[in-house]
């Protein structure tokens, strides 16, 4: 549904490229994270996805339209949330709802009123957007993005300044857009939790590059890693040595690709070491986007 493909761009001659030969894909109905620290590339890569931006080079797909050749086409298929939203003060939701829709010629009264429910917002559609928390005009910005219903989702921090009820909220009107509609979503965020409960990969940027595109709890190298808790020490690092895995101060086993962790555990019992616990590692998110972007805790 979304495909990057090589994209570059520089802001000014002598600067070091805001992106650097990114490429990734988010298939039709996936939820996929967009991470990286301040300055990586994430709304660079947003803002060229809807044509705000112009690549030095490389081109985005939207649904095999190209956003770089065939912009109205591929922006047909997209809503988006980008940068802080604005509305006017002075209008109530659904006037505003009514005026931004106007702009592309389009408006349906029942299927407004549909996704202002969808957004939990039926009940202030008729008061005055100045009058709005700050939760309740990014459930309108996400309502303005439904209108009319496209494919994908661009969202560029979705959730930055609400409340944990109001990011709750969020969470939860997003996964049921994709388990109800089938929406194929680009989440950009710093809330790695977040990222954790939504998506189903993460693509992790550094410097402009990719480091990392990929499911959600895999390490880098994607070889098995597993925790062990032995008190025989130097046992342990001779068996390790012998099958070519790696094992490090906190107990963390590597192990190659050719050995199973039976077969390891099986070696460590016949290498003299005891035993006390032996589990799969389970990397959090954070583990992952630390160690990839050189990060320490």
């Not at 928390?133 to 309108?140: E, I, K, W």
């Not at 990392?212 to 342990?236: C, F, H, M, W």
């Amino acid at each position: 549904m979304i495909e990057a493909r090589s994209l570059c761009k520089v802001w000014s001659k002598g600067a070091k490229p805001a992106l650097n030969n990114v490429s990734f894909t988010v298939e039709a109905g996936e939820i996929v994270g967009l991470l990286g620290h301040n300055g990586a590339g994430k709304s660079t890569i947003v803002g060229i996805m809807l044509g705000m931006v112009r690549p030095d080079s490389g081109e985005v797909f939207i649904d095999g339209a190209s956003v770089q050749t065939q912009r109205a086409r591929a922006l047909r298929s997209i809503g988006a949330i980008f940068e802080s939203a604005v509305f006017y003060d002075y209008l109530t939701g659904w006037e505003n709802l009514r005026v931004l829709c106007s702009l592309s010629g389009w408006w349906d009264e029942k299927e407004a009123a549909r996704i202002l429910a969808m957004v939990n917002l039926t009940h202030a559609a008729n008061k005055k957007t100045g009058t709005y928390s700050h939760g309740m005009r990014q459930r309108l910005a996400l309502a303005q993005a439904l209108l009319p219903r496209p494919q994908c989702l661009l969202l560029d921090e979705p959730t930055d300044g609400l409340d944990p009820e109001g990011i709750r909220e969020f969470r939860e009107t997003i996964l049921r857009l994709r388990a109800e509609w089938g929406m194929t979503i680009l989440l950009n965020s710093h809330l790695l939790a977040e990222v954790d409960l939504m998506c189903d990969r993460c693509v992790i940027l550094k410097e402009g590059r990719k480091v990392y595109e990929g499911s959600l709890g895999r390490n880098k190298s994607g070889r098995p890693r597993y925790q062990l808790v032995t008190s025989d020490i130097r046992e342990a690092d001779a068996v390790t040595a012998k099958v070519g895995a790696t094992l490090n101060k906190k107990g963390l086993v590597e192990l190659p690709a050719d050995v199973t962790g039976p077969e390891f555990v099986k070696a460590l019992v016949e290498g003299g070491v005891r035993i006390e616990s032996w589990a799969p590692e389970q990397q959090s998110l954070e583990d992952i986007y630390l160690e990839l972007t050189g990060k320490k805790k």
